[in-house]
Nanobody, 121 residues
Framework: QVQLVESGGGLVQSGGSLRLSCATSGSIFSINSMSWYRQAPGKQRDLIAT???????NYADSVKGRFTISRDNAKNTVYLEMTSLKPEDTAVYHC???????????????WGQGTQVTVSS
């Protein structure tokens, strides 16, 4: 099996910063893209940042210039550095990874359980 565990969420004041981490473990042959999503109460889960295995990144307009996604392939870990946080960034943040469990299997998508980020005004 494959597990993704997020950490680093919490309560922060508007304008503050947080760094989220997501460690992938288990039966892993290769990890392709890794992403961060967020879901605010009563809203759909939205993609906010993606990073390929080679390090190419892409961001949603709502976080561009404020958030930075990075990864450590040796540790199978993806990070999200969040700065200039706003109350509208309040949400549960989930990581996602496309994982190949063996040479013969295709890539499958796995999710973490989420970590709460709350930004107070």
């Amino acid at each position: 099996q494959v597990q993704l565990v997020e950490s680093g969420g919490g309560l922060v004041q508007s304008g503050g910063s947080l760094r989220l981490s997501c460690a992938t473990s288990g039966s892993i042959f290769s990890i392709n893209s890794m992403s961060w999503y967020r879901q605010a109460p009563g809203k759909q889960r939205d993609l906010i940042a993606t990073i390929t295995r080679s390090g190419v990144t892409n961001y949603a307009d709502s976080v561009k210039g404020r958030f930075t996604i990075s990864r450590d392939n040796a540790k199978n870990t993806v990070y999200l550095e969040m700065t200039s946080l706003k109350p509208e960034d309040t949400a549960v943040y989930h990581c996602n990874a496309d994982v190949k469990r063996s040479y013969s299997l295709p890539y499958s998508s796995y999710w973490g359980q989420g970590t709460q980020v709350t930004v107070s005004s």
